[in-house]
């Protein structure tokens, strides 16, 4: 009997002993702090949601207005949006030396002031001249919003996984799109161009400050995590290499081929955007014709997410970029032989393109990331970006021209040369990846 109550005892405290260690590890868990990059890929997101919102699906509908409220040539303010595009280039080019001086957050927040203002200006401009003066505020502004901003401020946090993290990041921009393209119709029927890119703008400008202030304010060192939250050191994926400063860039293969590859990739892939809503209402109607761009939106969001879980950490990241474009292709080529009615097909192709259009831009960083040296990422993120939107930005108005010369009417009917030629290109973005792996 006192050995059982002595029993007994014995096992009540090794009970309670155990019940007051598991409450003191979950104390213990609950008073670590959560991985700050968390919040960084869901401003990242918020980021270029505006971003994208402003400064890439705006234009197009800033054309519209400025031509309903002036009556001025199309041709003219086709101009202003190329010079609001080229223009962005040249700012995007030097974004990470102002992000190394100021960093992300208050380079976006001058961002979407300097945005803002520019929109006000196509809204309110009376001169033809100051539509290009309005052209330099919005292009300048929203590439501080845009991808460069995107990899600068997932960078820090994340190294092992990174192309996840780029990829929830990304989407961003493609719900930008899905969102903003509506709400700048609405409000402009509403309330007039005027208020509704004042209304936009300076939300945009309360959010992105918040933004900057509360989550990209914040660096690892700062707050004493680690990238990808490891309670190690990260080892990254970039290879032992020297860095190459200055020209030596330029001179290298490997940068030369990204760069030419992303370029030729998005050009093609901006001709297709700027014309294929146009070629597809004729056969489909305006509504159905929107619900097959939405189509290839939501196809591109879930390329990104499927190339970033499946792909695996070591993979020759140039041939995964290759690989999207051979889908791009394939869904060129299948545009090349419809009919004049054959839906399906169209439909098929429309899901081919929209497939690998997200990763057009996700994985060039990722690209970067996997073959320089850690301090030249940024600037080679940056050039690669600033020279793609220096070519994309002629896209639309020299795709334009072809249909115009080929008699182009809708898909399957005159179409056969545009989209060859664009398959043409994705071919040529193709080899330029392959062409730049290493030996």
Known sequence: MVRHRANHRSHGV?????????????????????????????????????????????????????????????AWVSAAVTVHFVFGALVVARLPRWHARFGVGPCAVAGAVASTLGVLGWAWCGQPWQLFVAALASGGGWVAMGAVAVNAAIAPWFVRTRPAAL????????????LFSPLWVALIGAWGFGPAALVIGLTTIVVVAG????????????????????????STAAPAVPALPGRLLWRDRRFRTLALGMAIGLFAQIGVLAHLFALLVPLFGAQR???????????????????AQVM???????????????VQLLGMLVLCGVGENQVVPIVLAIVLFGSGIGNATSLPPLIAQQEFAPPDVPRV????????????????VLFGALLQASGAVRVGVGSTAFFATV??????ALACFLAGRRD
């Open 423 to 428: 398959a043409l290109l994705q071919a040529l």
């Open 312 to 326: 695996p950490a070591a993979a020759p990241r140039r041939v995964v970029a290759a690989l999207g474009y051979a």
């Open 381 to 396: 993120v940056a050039l690669v970006v600033a020279t793609a939107q220096g070519t994309y930005a002629f896209a639309p």
């Open 14 to 74: 090794r009970h309670a002993g155990g019940m007051r260690t598991q409450a003191a590890a979950t104390r213990r868990d609950r008073s670590q702090p959560v991985f700050h990059g968390r919040h960084v890929v869901r401003a990242a997101f918020v980021l270029a949601m505006c971003g994208w919102g402003i400064g890439f699906y705006g234009p197009p509908i800033y054309l519209q207005a400025v031509i309903a409220r002036t009556g001025w040539p199309l």
């Open 211 to 234: 933004l900057a202030r509360w989550v990209f304010a914040h660096s690892p060192q700062s707050l004493g995590q680690r990238p990808d939250s490891d309670t190690a050191p990260a």
């Open 289 to 307: 014709a929107g619900w097959a761009i939405g189509l290839a939106t939501a196809c591109a969001m879930a390329g990104r997410v499927v190339v």
């Open 167 to 178: 990829a929830t990041a990304y989407n961003g921009a493609s719900v930008g799109g899905v």
